[in-house]
């Protein structure tokens, strides 16, 4: 895989995808030998406490824990305190995402990932507004979230098969993101599209052939993955 530099630069908001990669490739890339903070890092949030801990090694966290000094937040509670007694991941912290100013977090941070998280917000300018207490004007904000314009669940809900994941409460596309991040102070470096671990096992060839049509429209892609740094003052 190539690798990914740390470097964004950026003169207008990018609004278009430029590529469509592997989510989890890029975001290890990332992190390798970075101090990372990773929020909503349990993950598999449609599946039961025993099912999450039991996938806890397929997990992002586990990956990004291999390459960097990383701190995680998720609020649930029950499987981080049973990630520790097993002693799976002790770099967890229980607490809200909305909330990081009430958590004893070891700032500030070279990359901070919102995973796949923030469609889950009720508040999600809150998260954002608690972010800036942790960065520095190099800090990276990398945030991945389902893109409301993405063709392959536009071809589910053609066909009757999309499911909404269970926690999801927004949508997003990637002018809707932008704007949400410049108004809490962030400036967008980059913008792409990208695919979730799972879709290469799951679909298949039927994968493979998307894959091909998405490398060459991005946009369409079913995940966004957006670069942002604090705008200068």
Not at 87 to 116: H, M, Y
Request: hydrophobic fraction near 45%; include cysteine.
């Amino acid at each position: 895989m190539p690798a990914i530099s740390h470097e964004f630069h950026s003169t207008e908001p990018v609004l278009q995808p430029h590529s469509y990669l592997s989510k989890e490739d890029f975001l290890v890339a990332a992190a390798l030998g970075r101090r990372v903070l990773h929020l909503g890092c349990v993950g598999f949030t449609d599946l039961s406490a025993d099912d999450r801990v039991r996938l806890a090694k397929q997990s992002l966290h586990w990956k990004l824990s291999q390459v960097a000094d990383v701190v995680g937040v998720d609020y649930s509670i029950e499987v981080v305190e049973e990630f520790r007694r097993l002693g799976i991941f002790t770099n967890i912290l229980a607490g809200s995402v909305e909330k990081l100013p009430d958590l004893a977090l070891p700032g500030p941070f070279d990359v901070i990932i919102a995973g796949d998280i923030i469609e889950h917000l009720s508040n999600p300018g809150m998260m954002l507004d608690g972010i800036r207490d942790f960065c520095t004007a190099s800090t990276i904000l990398i945030i991945t979230t389902p893109n409301a314009f993405g063709l392959p669940n536009y071809g589910r809900f053609l066909l009757r098969r999309f499911k909404e994941g269970e926690e999801h409460v927004l949508s997003f596309n990637a002018t809707t993101l932008s704007q949400l991040l410049g108004r809490h102070g962030y400036t967008v470096m980059r913008l792409e599209t990208c695919f979730q671990p799972l879709s290469v096992d799951r679909y298949g060839l039927p994968f493979k052939i998307a894959k091909r049509a998405l490398t060459w429209a991005p946009r369409f892609g079913g995940t966004l993955l957006l670069v942002a740094k604090l705008s200068s003052r």
